[in-house]
């Protein structure tokens, strides 16, 4: 029979025992470190994306985003929102030649003058015109001059020095420049349709305007 060892305590069935119980505290280690882990990249994930989504249009309060998609578009529109019904400077200058205008307004002082080019038919083409602009045929046919100013934009000339001012009861402007935009001023304020002028230019500069007639005299 054998005899045991009082003073040593059974180390046959801690042996048996240990093995498990060390694989289980490694799995239960690894567990723990895969859930530290996980949370770690969860937390790390939901903060990358917390400014891009901040940033996002469609993430933005309907005012922002609206205002937005206005500032696009008042960008892109900008070029064609430029165009002025009144045009100065270099932009204003005409090609050489005669052009049938209203005179808007006479810049004694700056020796300028402002014009409305408009488009002048005589005769049948005149007829013609109006008809094509919606007038009743019956009266579009006594008309011998006919007047189409189908667009806004205004000129401003400079006038030149020798100006030629012929008016239709035969009197001309003074040769002094500025008596001569004087009384093409008081003749022309205030405006009325009834009068056209042709207005010739030359680089640029208005050297002769002549009056007309938009209806017949009599």
């Known amino acids: 029979m054998p005899i045991h060892d009082l003073g040593r305590p059974d180390t046959s069935s801690l042996a048996a025992v240990s093995p498990r119980r060390h694989r289980r505290r490694v799995l239960l280690g690894a567990g723990a470190l895969a ?12 903060a990358s994306r917390t400014p891009t989504q901040a ?26 929102m430029t165009k002025s019904t009144t045009s100065t400077g270099a932009a204003a200058v005409l090609l050489d030649g005669t052009y049938p205008t209203y005179i808007d307004k006479v810049d004694v002082a700056g020796a300028a003058i402002t014009i409305d080019v408009i488009q002048v038919f005589e005769n049948e083409a005149a007829t013609n015109a109006a008809i094509e602009d919606g007038m009743a045929p019956s009266d579009a046919q006594y008309l011998y001059v006919y007047v189409r100013n189908q667009n806004p934009r205004l000129r401003t000339l400079p006038v030149a020095r020798d100006v030629e001012i012929r008016f239709l009861d035969g009197c001309e402007a003074p040769p002094e420049l500025d008596a001569a935009l004087t009384e093409l001023a008081k003749r022309t304020t205030p405006f009325s349709s009834l009068y056209y002028y042709d207005v010739t230019v030359t680089n640029g500069t208005i050297h ?6 938009t209806e017949a005299a009599c």
């Open 35 to 46: 859930l530290v882990l996980a949370t770690i990249g969860i937390t790390a994930t939901r």
């Open 55 to 80: 940033q996002s249009p469609s993430m933005a309060s309907p005012n922002v985003a609206a205002e937005a998609r206005a500032a696009v578009q008042h960008q892109r529109s900008g070029p064609a």
């Open 208 to 213: 002769h305007i002549e009056q007309h007639l």
